[in-house]
């Protein structure tokens, strides 16, 4: 360990970034072993697919909540890994409680609060990121922590395949993801901060004295979030053309592309700026959505994966880290605005998908999300910004 933590820091990847990168990657493990099977779970209980809509953006939208605080917290206490610890505790407790599901309702419950664990780390991790690195290797920094994390995502996916190969239930199969979410709180003991003296700064809920340029980004993210609605429909709809195992490993190619792509696209954008390679993000999703909306054999919907795992890759992190630099000097509290609103337009996007994908066809939800990411994609190439 103490050999790769060294030759990280000749690059700029300095041993918090490999720390909290092994947190997420096993996090991601326990995460991605039950998301693939949350919607056939549901959906073999009797939910349908407005619930499942609805499921996927109530819990991306509950984590805007606690991200907006946690980032406010962690700006005023002058401290970030309390909140990164409790945030992945609480996920990790939380995946106790699933396991023990008998009704699509529990996990209709369960999941939101779950998620909330997520809110809690997250901006102060990012912040903790961008504080303790250059800020000129910032795209690769957070692309290499995407692309650990996304790695986790890649093995929890695989052994979902085995597991349920092997002939495991739903219940025992979140008992394991339970048991793996608890160990990956180990390498936070681990990771260092320069403790700030407390400020005294008021919590601000909106876009007020946040700077020009992160407020326009703010805006572009959150159309793009309408458009973007949860990854459990793209597996929904690959369960109506492939059995359960099948969908498993097909959502499985989401991870790999995303792992394979994540660094190269945080490089890449680190080259030729990170507003050129998010937009262009856009408009492969909005390619990925047609796929999925026209899609019903095998070569297509793996096709689609694919892209959908190299258009989040070229997305994701660069969003993150384009924030980030637009960033006020509260880091903490402006990344928290940002994926506050972000994730609170994650609610209507999954209810508007679930209410076509049900009184209309599950077609019309991906047509939606495919003109939306083009008229995102349209308005940020309009847009300029003083990229630092």
């Not at 990925?288 to 096709?303: E, R, T």
Request: with cysteine; charged share 15%.
């Amino acid at each position: 360990m103490k050999k790769i933590i060294k030759r990280g820091l000749m690059y700029g990847i300095t041993a918090n970034v490999i720390l909290l990168g092994l947190t997420s990657l096993l996090t991601d493990v326990s995460s991605e072993l039950i998301v693939p099977l949350i919607p056939l779970f549901m959906a073999s209980l009797g939910a349908g697919g407005l619930v499942i809509g609805i499921l996927g953006g109530l819990s991306d939208s509950v984590v805007s909540i606690m991200q907006l605080f946690s980032g406010y917290w962690s700006d005023l206490k002058g401290k970030r890994k309390p909140f990164i610890f409790f945030g992945y505790s609480a996920s990790a407790i939380t995946k106790l409680f699933m396991s023990l599901s008998t009704a699509w309702l529990h996990i209709f419950i369960l999941r939101p609060v779950e998620r909330i664990g997520k809110g809690m780390r997250d901006p102060p991790r990012d912040a903790l990121l961008a504080e303790t690195t250059p800020k000129e290797v910032h795209g690769k920094v957070f692309g290499l922590h995407k692309a650990l994390d996304t790695t986790g995502g890649i093995i929890g996916t695989l052994l979902a395949f085995v597991f349920l190969t092997l002939g495991l239930s739903y219940n025992k199969i979140f008992l394991i993801a339970s048991l793996i979410a608890f160990t990956s709180v180990f390498p936070l003991f681990f990771v260092k901060e320069k403790i700030k003296k407390p400020k005294k700064i008021s919590l601000k809920v909106g876009l007020k004295g946040l700077p020009r340029n992160l407020k326009l980004f703010i805006f572009i993210a959150t159309l793009f979030a309408l458009a973007n609605f949860n990854a459990i429909l793209f597996i929904l709809r690959a369960k109506q053309f492939f059995p359960a195992t099948t969908t498993v490993l097909l959502f499985a190619l989401f991870y790999i592309s995303y792992q394979l792509f994540a660094v190269p696209s945080g490089m890449l954008a680190d080259r030729i700026t990170k507003k050129r390679v998010i937009l262009y993000g856009y408009i492969l999703f909005s390619l990925v959505c047609l796929i999925f909306a026209v899609g019903d054999s095998l070569n297509l919907i793996i096709m689609g994966f694919i892209l959908y795992g190299i258009s989040y890759a070229l997305i994701i992190a660069n969003q993150r880290a384009f924030a980030a630099d637009l960033a006020s000097k509260e880091l903490g509290t402006s990344i928290g605005t940002f994926h506050m609103f972000v994730s609170l337009a994650s609610l209507p996007a999954g209810i508007i998908a679930g209410m076509l994908w049900q009184f209309i066809s599950p077609a019309a939800a991906f047509y939606f999300a495919a003109s939306l990411a083009v008229i995102t994609a349209v308005i940020f190439s309009l847009i300029k910004f003083e990229e630092k």
